[in-house]
């Protein structure tokens, strides 16, 4: 099985929904993500301390129709690169 990365931009990884999701986990160890942008929009990424443990309703809800509805659109996808 051969594996195949595509890189893919910060800007899609969080419209997505995907640094919610992952953020969202890291949360329970205390650890949270950080993507800031600069005065040319180039991310500066990086992990931290937190003290924060999941995020307010309204977050919560908007990540997961993001999260949703990547998967719907990439669901044929998924499922073709699963079974290869």
């Known amino acids: 099985m051969s594996e195949t990365n595509t890189e893919k931009s910060w800007d899609e990884f969080q419209q997505a929904g995907m640094l919610w999701f992952v953020n969202r986990i890291l949360h329970v160890f205390g650890w949270v993500i950080i993507l800031k942008y600069d005065e040319e929009s180039v991310p500066t990424v990086y992990p931290a301390r937190t003290k924060w443990r999941g995020f307010n309703p309204e977050i919560e809800a908007e990540g997961?129709?993001?999260?949703?509805?990547?998967?719907?659109?990439?669901g044929d996808d998924l499922e073709t690169e699963a079974n290869t």
């Open 64 to 74: 997961y129709k993001k999260v949703s509805k990547w998967m719907a659109e990439h």
